[in-house]
């Protein structure tokens, strides 16, 4: 059964896309498969992990089979027979028994096909609790701006993920990890019952992977139990994580009175100078900050009494002198994702948590815990 007939990145560029979440060492091998389904004038590809399912469509194309299809086939192996192929070449599904058949110029392959039957597809409730339509722009950015405060594998699954909280007119992405917070805050016109939703970290890295820096809008649909993104052609469902948030504005600072506003590029610049010397194998590379008389001094030591010092001028009028250290990497992954030119630090105490900001911004803020060298 002849199944298409088409050029090559009309089957390359949706698969690459849904291919993110297919992993090759599973339980269930259904799910290295990508599901092809043809509907109407339409090819449909489809992935999932039970946890995430991306579905994307091809583009219109009238070199399809008369009938409707539906199949399944290794992602990975398809996905490489497709890329060692010129973009512009043909090729010609068919389907011959239980095997794909993909003739591409001279070349033949016969892939195993498993039924579709067996391909788990994610149900979702018809009406959603709450939806919203934003730019993709905008929702990449804002979770661009805190993806990296999540925690990695913490007994406290909850904080595995990233907060996406619909409050009033506000929609605001929290991460943690226990030692440093995110927070990033936009405002919508429209009235938005309260919804708390933890979104899986796969899924938020599959959204800043996916999503464009346009103003193309994506739809979210938030469920009691899923959550459902829809832009581009692509819709992304996703289970959510079950657990209580922790209280992040109780750790925001709210009297951090001592600061100093100073240039991201050269604070971001004198601590990866710094972290030369820093003990690299340690998980928790410390850093030295000491505040004082218009002057911030870096300090990095090793396990080897090696000590690297950088000196900025900054604008800091307290007599109090700040001698504070932090977990150098915490630094370094908010400098690296902010895109302002200069970031504002506040500071109570030597013991407290450290708030970072954007001038003149007071949607984003970052918070950052000290630590004891």
């Not at 504005?249 to 991201?264: A, E, G, S, W, Y």
């Not at 610049?269 to 003990?279: F, G, K, T, V």
């Given at each position: 059964m002849?199944?298409?007939?088409?050029?090559?990145?009309?089957?390359?560029?949706?698969?690459?896309?849904?291919?993110?979440i297919?992993?090759?060492?599973?339980?269930?091998?259904?799910?290295?498969?990508?599901?092809?389904?043809?509907?109407?004038?339409?090819?449909?590809?489809?992935?999932?992990?039970l946890?995430?399912?991306i579905?994307?469509?091809?583009i219109d194309?009238?070199?399809?089979?008369?009938?409707?299809f539906?199949?399944?086939?290794?992602?990975?192996?398809?996905?490489?027979?497709?890329?060692?192929f010129?973009?512009?070449t043909?090729?010609?599904?068919?389907?011959?028994?239980?095997?794909?058949q993909?003739?591409i110029?001279k070349?033949?392959?016969?892939?195993?096909?498993?039924?579709?039957?067996?391909?788990?597809?994610?149900?979702i409730?018809?009406?959603?609790?709450?939806?919203?339509?934003l730019?993709?722009?905008d929702?990449?950015?804002?979770?661009?701006?805190?993806?990296?405060a999540?925690?990695q594998?913490?007994i406290?699954y909850y904080?595995?993920?990233?907060?996406?909280?619909?409050?009033?007119?506000?929609l605001?992405?929290?991460?943690t990890d226990?030692?440093?917070?995110g927070y990033i805050s936009?405002q919508f016109?429209?009235?938005?019952?309260?919804?708390?939703?933890?979104l899986?970290?796969?899924?938020?890295?599959e959204?800043?992977k996916?999503?464009?820096?346009?103003?193309?809008?994506?739809?979210?649909?938030?469920?009691?139990?899923?959550?459902?993104?829809s832009?581009?052609?692509?819709?992304?469902?996703?289970?959510?994580?079950?657990?209580?948030?922790?209280?992040f504005?109780?750790?925001?600072?709210?009297?951090?009175?001592?600061?100093?506003?100073?240039?991201?590029l050269d604070?971001?610049?004198?601590?990866?100078?710094?972290?030369?010397?820093?003990?690299?194998?340690?998980?928790?590379?410390?850093?030295?900050?000491?505040?004082?008389?218009?002057?911030?001094s870096?300090?990095?030591?090793?396990?080897?009494?090696?000590?690297?010092?950088?000196?900025l001028?900054?604008d800091?009028?307290?007599?109090?002198?700040?001698?504070?250290?932090?977990?150098?990497t915490?630094?370094?992954?908010?400098?690296n994702n902010?895109?302002?030119?200069?970031?504002?630090?506040?500071?109570?105490?030597a013991?407290?948590g450290?708030l970072?900001?954007?001038?003149?911004?007071?949607?984003?803020?970052?918070?950052?815990m000290p630590m004891?060298?």
């Open positions: 002849n199944l298409i007939n088409t050029k090559r990145d009309t089957l390359l560029k949706p698969l690459q896309i849904v291919s993110g297919v992993e090759q060492k599973r339980t269930l091998p259904i799910l290295s498969n990508v599901l092809i389904r043809k509907e109407q004038e339409k090819i449909f590809f489809v992935t999932t992990d946890e995430v399912e579905e994307v469509h091809s194309n009238e070199n399809l089979s008369k009938e409707n539906s199949i399944t086939v290794s992602a990975r192996k398809f996905l490489d027979i497709l890329r060692a010129s973009a512009d043909s090729v010609v599904l068919n389907k011959t028994d239980n095997r794909l993909v003739n110029s070349s033949r392959f016969n892939l195993q096909i498993l039924p579709m039957e067996d391909f788990p597809r994610m149900a409730e018809e009406k959603p609790e709450v939806s919203l339509t730019s993709q722009k929702l990449k950015n804002c979770l661009y701006h805190v993806q990296y999540m925690a594998q913490d406290r904080l595995n993920g990233l907060l996406l909280l619909t409050d009033g007119q506000h605001k992405a929290v991460a226990g030692h440093r917070l936009m016109e429209a009235e938005l019952i309260k919804k708390e939703t933890i899986p970290r796969k899924t938020v890295h959204l800043v996916l999503l464009e820096d346009s103003d193309k809008t994506v739809t979210i649909d938030f469920y009691s139990k899923k959550i459902s993104f832009f581009s052609g692509i819709i992304l469902i996703s289970k959510i994580i079950d657990g209580k948030f922790p209280d504005d109780r750790v925001i600072p709210k009297n951090n009175t001592k600061q100093f506003i100073i240039k991201r604070f971001l610049q004198a601590l990866q100078r710094a972290a030369i010397l820093s003990n690299t194998s340690d998980k928790f590379r410390g850093v030295k900050l000491i505040i004082a008389n218009n002057r911030l870096i300090l990095c030591k090793n396990s080897e009494q090696e000590e690297a010092q950088e000196d001028d900054i800091y009028n307290s007599q109090e002198i700040i001698d504070i250290s932090f977990n150098i915490y630094l370094l992954d908010v400098l902010l895109d302002s030119e200069t970031i504002q630090c506040s500071f109570e105490n013991n407290s450290t970072i900001t954007i001038p003149g911004d007071e949607a984003f803020k970052y918070v950052v004891r060298l």
